[in-house]
Each structure stands twice: as structure tokens, then as C-alpha cells.
């Protein structure tokens, strides 16, 4: 069945992030806004997450929204200000690329390429961050089997890159209660499949902040060796995803129990 995966056999890739392999023990949790927003905006969610206990600061600055009337981003600005925050917390910078033509714009801002679900199958984008020198965070696209998946992250390694860390973000399906369904079998067939780290989205998997906790624990109970969470200090009013944004106190509380569960285990 899986006679196209010819690098990612399923033997151990250590990926390392500010220099730390990720795995259960030493988790990757990516935390802030959807987007950027403002320059205090990402610096003071940047300064509350540090504290908490992220190790890498996410936040979009090239926006892929469904319509085009929405909040886009506030682009090569945006990155700045998320290369500011970085250097004022020390933790590293994930953003999503949407297009090769930004690979140099990126590899001067941002220490993670983000390939979102939008873009999993760009297979010209993925043969560019073959040759890229950073990790790639590859999330799951929204309509892709796991072998799909598989054959993607297959592309930036036969390219040059296997330096990738997946993201199961969830999966369209007939229910519509969730924004996604978050398929948290995939987290330990990944693994198995392919030996990169793989991380959960709970905040694109559910659409709904209440659910952004108790999906983290359960992707952890799966093995996953990080997390992606969408954080904001006024999430009503954010530009984009306020719904499955949680609010620093939240993130603190889910902190705490990602601790507590890794020094159980
Ligand atoms: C995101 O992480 O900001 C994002 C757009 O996610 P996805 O590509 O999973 O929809
Ligand atoms: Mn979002």
C-alpha cells in the first residue's frame, strides 16, 4: 500500500526546534493568535505565552481566508512584528507560507515554515521547502486521507527537507457540530508511518474554544509530542478564529495540566 514512501520509512527522524528535539517528553506547543493583528497585539500575546510555558510563537501574517473580504493579514509588516516578539521572549517563530515566491522574505523572519491544510496539496510549494533549510510544520489537508498526508511530507523529503513536523488539524465530514473532526488516530499512524513528530490543532480540529483543552489532553493520551493553540487576550473582538481562540487564563490552566501529565507519564 505504501510503496511511493521511499525516505519516510517509519524509522526515528529527530526534528529540532531553537535547537531541542520534539517528542512526548519535549513537546512543541505552538501558542498565539490566528493572525497578527497589531504590533502590541502579537508582542503582549507573545510576553503571556512565554510565561505559561510555550515554546514557539505562532500568529499568521499571510492569511489564506475562505472569503475575500475577510482579514488577510497584515503580511511582510506582520512578519516583523512576529520577528520582534521573537526576539523579546526568545521563543521561535511559526508562520504559514502560501507561496514560494516568500521563501527568502521567510527564511529572514521565521524559524518554522507553516504549510496549512489550504495548501497541503501545492505540490510546487512542496518541492520549494524541500530545499529550504528550516523545519516545516505540515498540517493535514482538510480533505486528505493519511496516506495523501504521507505522500505530501514525502514530497519535502525526496525535495531535501525532512525536517517536518505534521499537524493533524482535523478533517471535514458530515458533522457540522464541530468545525472539523479531529481524527486523533492519525496521530499515532503518522508516527508510526512516517517517524517525524507530529503535533495536534485543537483549535482548527474542534472550532470551539471549550473543546480546545480536553482534545489537547487526548491528543497527548494518543502520543502526540505538541500542540498548536490559538490564544488571545479579547477573542470577541479578534480579526479572525475568535471563536476557538482561548484566553490566556485558559491557556495557563491547560499549561498546567500538560505539565502534570508529562511528569505522570
Ligand atoms: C492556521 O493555523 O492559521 C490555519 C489557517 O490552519 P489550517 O491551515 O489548519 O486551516
Ligand atoms: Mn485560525
Redesign the pocket.
Known sequence: MMEDKKILTGKKIHVKVNGKIIDQKNPLIIAGP??VESREQIIHIAKIVKKYGATAL?G?AF??RTSPYSFQGLGVEGLKYLKEASELTGLPVVT?ITDAKYIDLFNTYVDVF?V????MNNYSLLKALGKVDKPILL?RG?SSTIYEWILAAEYLAEFGNTDIIL?E??IRTFDTYTRNTLDLAAIPIMKKETGLPVIV?P??GTGRRELVCIMTKAAIAAGADGA?I?VHNDPDNALS?GHQSIKPEQFKELMSVYKKILTQQ
Do not use: L, T, V, W
Open positions: 490566528c493572525a505562532r499568521g492569511k489564506p504559514e507553516q496549512g491544510s489550504r495548501n498540517k482538510m499537524c488539524r482535523g490543532d483549535s482548527h498548536i490559538e478564529d
